[in-house]
């Protein structure tokens, strides 16, 4: 799809440069003219949305980090500083601590809308692991920048997740004393988490951009999951997906803004506006909603280092994805059996997100009196948080597999044109059952 | 209603987390009516006005507001705000509240530590030297810092007003505290060491705060009656103002934004379906 450029230099200047630095021709290729299949729904502008948010965190993070103090005792002051005494700091703020959870909301429709229609399959294995390694810098960023505020959440979340490497067998503790700066969360650690959270949004920009070129290479996966046959399958990007990522972008920022300007504190812990006191664990240490899922998971296992170990491999499980999935076709909108467990696998997310918030000993149904199974009642959350983590990677790890060798997919359409004239589901009968060849 | 509208709105959108069960118990806080809910609500200036006062007169005996300056309660939106002084400092009636109170300096010209009128650009004065001050003088207790009490505790101003108006000079039968701490249904605590009495504990926990309000206390400047209800749900409203003083702003700033991205939206989505109306997908 890429290679071919229909740039034409229409000045002297532009022909000038043209043979120097094509950097208008490639704007031109990847941006204006870029082809791009018609039948895109609005699940595939979160590529876009996600662009618009980590500007947005780049920007209003370099403005905050021109007001923040990164030691203990001015950390906490000087955000609420910024909330009282900077120009819009309150919004500029907001904006920032708002905005990690909208990214993430972003994100993860943007994975789950990959995972649907089967964009992570050949050829776009390489554009899928560099966005799983987008998403580990996330987290990591977002683990980083929550520490700042140095509020009783950051502080304790802090000592549980360095604390977490201390159990890696033998060298663990000292990796862990070396990532503080010293024998505790301190000081130390609250600046060099600092100078990370300010490193590591350019490192996931410039993986942003491999993650496009990788994108650029195969072009666009489609709802169908068809490949692109012929130029009547594709409009140019612009002004065709400019428009309709446009207009979803500004849809998406209205929610955005509803969290800004109405419920600011509505996403964050009431804990985390006690300063941080090494000497007062709070009762609940949870982490934002964002990352429940994988803190379930952790604590679904009861041996800390298995439980690490369970929680690294649901993200590293990712990266093998491409090569776990036996299906030839892509797209679920003709693989109903593998529709049914993928809905499943989110209610399974979801349900994890839940067990991440209570307590694991916390009964799931108050009041009745489950069964003693093992080392916890059967009626209590970290028994549902490992039915859910058994399902996670049993998705992955057996579903996915053996799915794609024994169902029997519905007929897929022959190109991206024939099925968009009329409804997806009811395939024109030209459409042979030819499931779509590999590569 | 409205807010909790928005709430609700919002959990549904993004996932939250469900209400965590806790090992010690607590009254839910009471519902209060205020006038600063909801995307349009403001601060009432009167009841900012007798909530700082009975700050001052009651809480500040042990409670610090270390975020707090005398300017802020004439910026905009604050308790004093005079449109006549858009630079809080110039404003008559946060000078001579400042002015009231000594604060300590350093005499520049000899280095001695002295005491000073207030201006409008300092700090509310803390009542202790240091931590150890306070706990000594509050039976090994740490009274906590109220400048964004309101935003540090779940429920909020509706918490606070709760607690202040559900702390017991005596606590019930059956229940034996320690000296010093005092019963509180709104305090979350596990009082099953203290409990004597039938059945499970009473809700709520030992609090090392003697109920603070009594009818009358303070005596409000607009004729207010001053009972302790009045008294905590000023003193409640006082504090939200104190932990987001620039509230109305943001919500005044909200409303112009979100009128700019319906129309745009509205725009973007005219000209998406203007544009591909000749393509069939």
């Known amino acids: 799809m890429s290679g071919h450029s229909t740039y034409e230099p229409k000045s002297g200047l532009e022909r000038w440069l043209d043979t120097r630095l094509p950097i208008i021709r490639f704007a031109n290729d990847t941006i204006l003219t870029f082809p791009t299949p018609k039948n895109l729904n609005y699940w595939w502008t979160f ?82 692991i560099l966005g799983c390694i987008i998403y580990l810098l996330m987290v990591g960023t977002a683990f980083f920048g929550y520490v700042l505020p140095w509020g009783q959440m950051s502080f304790h979340g802090a000592v549980v997740i360095t604390n977490l490497i201390g159990a890696v067998p033998v060298v663990g503790p000292s990796i862990t004393t070396w990532l503080w700066g010293g024998f505790a969360v301190d000081d130390p650690t609250l600046n060099r988490f600092f100078s990370l959270h300010y490193l590591l949004p350019f490192v996931i920009a410039g993986v942003v951009g491999l993650h496009i070129w990788a994108l650029h290479v195969p072009g666009n996966n489609n709802p169908t999951g068809v490949n692109v046959s012929s130029p009547e399958d594709t409009v140019p990007f612009h002004p065709y997906y400019t428009v309709k990522d446009g207009f979803a972008i500004s849809v998406f920022l209205i929610m955005y803004a509803v969290f800004v300007f109405y419920l600011p504190d509505v996403l964050g812990d009431a804990v985390n506006y006690v300063p941080a006191n090494p000497l ?49 076709v892509r797209s679920m909108r003709y693989r109903p059996t593998a529709r049914l467990y993928f809905f499943i696998f989110i209610l399974a997310c979801l349900v994890l997100g839940v067990c991440g918030a209570h307590a694991p000993d916390d009964l799931v149904i108050p009041g009745a009196s489950g069964l003693q199974l093992l080392d916890a009642n059967l009626n209590s959350y970290v028994w549902l948080s490992r039915i859910g983590a058994l399902y996670y990677f049993a998705y992955f790890w057996v579903i996915t597999p053996l799915l794609g060798l024994t169902e029997t997919p519905l007929p897929v359409p022959e190109s991206i044109s024939s099925p968009v004239l009329s409804h997806p589901a009811a395939a024109p009968t030209g459409a042979v059952a030819s499931p779509e060849k590999r590569g | ?46 009841q900012l006005q007798r909530g700082f006062k009975v700050y001052r007169e009651v809480c500040s005996a042990c409670h610090a507001m270390n975020l707090l300056y005398f300017r802020n309660l004439g910026q905009k939106g604050g308790p004093f705000y005079d449109p006549k002084y858009p630079n809080p400092n110039d404003n008559p009636v946060v000078k001579s509240l400042a002015h009231d109170i000594q604060v300590k300096d350093v005499d520049t010209d000899t280095g001695d530590v002295i005491s000073r009128p207030a201006m409008p650009a300092d700090k509310f004065p803390a009542p202790f030297a240091n931590e150890y001050a306070a706990r000594a003088s509050n039976g090994g207790a740490l009274p906590p810092d109220l400048s964004v009490m309101a935003k540090a505790r779940e429920g909020g101003p509706a918490y606070i007003y ?53 009818d009358g206390k303070v ?16 003193v409640a409203a006082f504090l939200a103002w104190a932990a987001e003083p620039k509230m109305e702003e943001r919500k005044a700033f909200g409303l112009g934004a979100m009128i700019y991205l319906l129309i745009f939206s509205g725009l973007l989505y005219a000209s998406y379906r203007r544009i591909w109306r000749n393509v069939a997908h």
Do not use: C
């Open chain 1, 47 to 128: 590529g876009g949305i996600l662009s618009l948010m980590l500007g947005l965190q780049i920007v209003t993070g370099i403005i905050l980090a021109m007001h923040y103090v990164p030691h203990v005792d001015y950390a906490f002051n000087s955000v609420q500083r910024i909330m009282r005494d900077v120009n819009y700091g309150w919004l500029i703020r907001n904006l920032h601590a708002n905005g990690a959870s909208m990214f993430f909301l972003a994100v993860y429709i943007h994975m789950f809308r990959n995972l649907y229609y089967g964009s992570y399959k050949a050829p776009r294995e390489v554009l899928w």
């Open chain 1, 280 to 328: 007062q664990t709070p009762q609940h240490i949870v982490p934002e909603w964002y990352l429940l899922p994988f803190y379930a998971i952790l604590r679904a296992v009861p041996n800390k280092l298995a439980g690490v170990i369970a929680m690294g491999g649901a993200i590293g499980t990712l990266f093998v994805l491409p090569w776990l999935d036996t299906s030839k």
């Open chain 2, 1 to 46: 209603m409205l807010r909790k509208a928005f709430a609700f709105a919002a959990l549904g959108l993004v996932l939250t987390a469900g209400p965590v069960l806790a090992a010690t118990t607590e009254k839910e806080p009471v519902d209060v009516h205020w006038s600063f809910e909801g995307p349009f609500g403001k601060f009432d200036k009167e």
């Open chain 2, 162 to 214: 709760s607690l202040l108006t559900g702390d017991k000079p005596t606590a019930p039968a059956g229940l034996t505290l320690p000296p010093g701490k005092y019963y509180d249904a709104f305090y979350p605590g596990d009082l099953s060491s203290s409990w004597h009495g039938k059945g499970p504990p009473p809700e709520g926990g030992a609090i090392a705060m003697p109920p603070p309000l009594t």
């Open chain 2, 219 to 234: 005596t409000f400047d607009d004729g207010k009656p001053s009972t302790v209800k009045e008294e905590a749900l000023d």
